[in-house]
């Protein structure tokens, strides 16, 4: 059985690189036939050159690097916040109907549609665009940890009671331990909204701060008409998501979780 | 019950590509400001459609900037589309196959900020944001003209930039945020004139050093080539200069309406502030040597290689 899984998951990777490679082949194809006008659709080489050619020399790294660490630091502090309210809400029932009642009805709610109003009372600039990266994350971790809390194994709930734990001890012994996948989840859910959001706010006005982020250098892009640019931006979004993925919440989080 | 099936079927029909361009609309794109005063002027007048005969549909958009503009007339949704200088030549830099038919505007363009303190760009160093339309746009390259003739570098300020449309921009301006400065055009240069403690630090014409057309009218060779509608357009757009200036009570009716603006207020806006309609088309070849030098373009561009005929 392990060894059709791991087989499985090999064939599932090659299956992957091939229609990758399907991809590229099939993009070119259409760019050297010229069934597409140029500026529509760059050659892969050119979009390949520009994107070295940004690395190297220009800022798109420290851009890319700007919005990961904001995102990064969003969901360090909504991590704390979402275990807060996912405390508050396993042990008082008015907080959790006060939490409910506001995950029920921001959670669907997206940051953009937030902008104008965060941008009237943060003004424009960094806190506006954290403000909204701490909406698309706060939510969706609270509602995985607490989803995690509600499935820890009665069992585990009724000897710690019968030890006479405290509320501190109950959370910070068996459901927090117990609950370490819903909250990598959560992460996960957390890490993708708040790169969207981040994306989204610096698209819609502008740069954020001295070099701007990765959602700016496609907004540059694109007012200076640069379509390998914007595809190069884009090809460094994708790359940078597949990595926090395979390292971050692949590798990591998930090793983090087998040793509990 | 009727309004829902309207509203499903544009969807539907959006979705399935109908909406592109068919061979008898004409779509038309233009943009918010007193600059564009003449395109108001023959839209509500129908003059466009009287030359055309009823030969072709008028569909007039309002796009948000020049890259939007030059998307939808890359992917064929746009016939004609208006614009300042110096985004048609980023395009022209990149191969887009469009050239300049008409000029629509000179007007006045300025840095405006409602900080005393500021009374020159260098006072503007490290002070906080700068709005303006976009990067590239006319308003970018006028700040990077002065910088370079008064800093000695055109880029100094790029960093403080922030991509805003004019009334946003105003509004960031005079509310408590970030942006100290605006580079703005009529009528929000006007009315922040207007406004106490708001002054000018910087005019366009001072940066780039002789008059120039701050919009003109651009389109590609498809359209250049359906030569009654190309002439049509241009004899509709000389009707609207001529009603601008014979009719000027019926002028003001029409545009205080689409601006939002008092008559009056308007008429002096209009008529005494410096905005000057007509189709020369003025400093081309500045635009073109400033922005090959700083890099803003990468090709040798030459005046006559950008106008229609």
């Not at chain 1, 904001?70 to 809400?89: K, N, R």
């Not at chain 2, 005494?272 to 090959?292: C, H, N, P, Q, T």
């Amino acid at each position: 059985m392990g060894l059709k899984k791991q087989s499985s998951k090999a064939n599932q990777q090659i299956l992957k690189g091939l229609w990758f490679l399907m991809g590229l082949f099939l993009w070119e194809m259409v760019v050297r036939l010229q069934w597409v006008n140029p500026l529509l659709m760059p050659s892969l080489t050119k979009i390949m050159k520009k994107l070295i050619d940004e690395i190297m020399h220009g800022n798109l790294l420290l851009q890319a690097f700007q919005s990961v660490m904001l995102i990064f630091l969003a969901l360090l502090i909504g991590l704390l916040i979402a275990l807060i309210m996912s405390y508050l809400d396993y042990f008082s029932e008015i907080y959790r109907s006060l939490f409910e009642w506001l995950a029920s009805a921001l959670n669907p709610l997206p940051g953009v549609a937030l902008l104008p109003i965060v941008i009237m009372w943060t003004g424009v600039g960094l806190k506006a665009v954290f403000a909204i990266i701490m909406h698309g994350v706060v939510w969706s971790l609270y509602l995985n940890i607490k989803t995690g809390f509600n499935e820890v194994d009665d069992a585990y709930i009724e000897v710690a009671k019968n030890h006479g734990a405290s509320h501190w001890q109950m959370f910070h012994y068996v459901l927090l331990p117990n609950s370490i996948q819903a909250t990598v989840t959560g992460l996960r859910i957390g890490w993708s909204r708040g790169w969207r959001a981040l994306i989204s706010a610096e698209m819609i006005f502008g740069a954020i701060s001295t070099i701007g982020g990765v959602g700016w250098y496609l907004y540059e892009r694109r007012s200076f008409m640069d379509s390998a640019g914007m595809y190069a931006g884009v090809v460094l979004v994708i790359l940078i998501g597949l990595m926090v993925e395979q390292f971050i919440f692949d590798r990591w989080l998930v090793n983090l979780y087998d040793k509990h | 019950m009727k309004k829902m099936m309207v509203i499903i079927f544009s969807i539907i029909m959006g979705l399935s590509g109908c909406n592109n361009q068919i061979t008898d609309e004409i779509i038309i794109a233009e943009q918010y400001g007193l600059a564009y005063a003449p395109l108001q002027v023959m839209k509500e007048k129908g003059f466009l459609e009287d030359e055309l005969k009823g030969d072709r549909v008028v569909k007039w958009v309002k796009l948000a900037n020049t890259a939007a503009i030059r998307e939808a007339m890359l992917s064929d949704q746009l016939d004609i589309g208006f614009m300042g200088i110096p985004p048609f030549l980023i395009g022209v830099d990149q191969e887009m196959p469009w050239k300049i038919m008409t000029g629509l505007s000179q007007s006045p363009v300025g840095l405006i900020t409602d900080q005393v303190s500021i009374k020159n760009l260098e006072d503007l160093i490290q002070k906080g944001q700068i709005a303006l339309p976009q990067p590239g746009s006319i308003q970018h390259i006028l700040l990077a003209m002065a910088l370079d003739k008064q800093m000695g570098q055109s880029n100094l300020l790029d960093h403080q930039l922030i991509a805003m449309n004019h009334p946003e921009g105003y509004q960031a301006l005079i509310g408590e945020t970030q942006v100290v400065a605006q580079f703005t055009t009529p009528p929000y240069l006007f009315d922040g004139l207007n406004t106490e403690g708001i002054h000018m630090i910087l005019d366009g014409e001072e940066a780039m050093g002789e008059p120039f057309t701050f919009i003109v009218g651009v389109c590609q060779d498809s359209f250049y080539q359906e030569e009654a509608s190309y002439e049509s357009f241009l004899r509709a757009l000389d009707r609207a200069y001529i009603f601008m200036e014979d009719e000027k009570s019926e002028t003001l009716t029409i545009l205080s309406k689409s601006y939002g603006l008092e008559e009056d207020v308007l008429e002096s806006y209009l008529y005494e502030m410096d905005m000057i309609y007509g189709k020369e088309v003025l400093g081309v070849e500045r635009f073109i040597s400033f922005m090959r030098k700083e890099g803003y373009i990468s090709k040798d561009i030459r005046q006559d290689d950008v106008l229609w005929d």
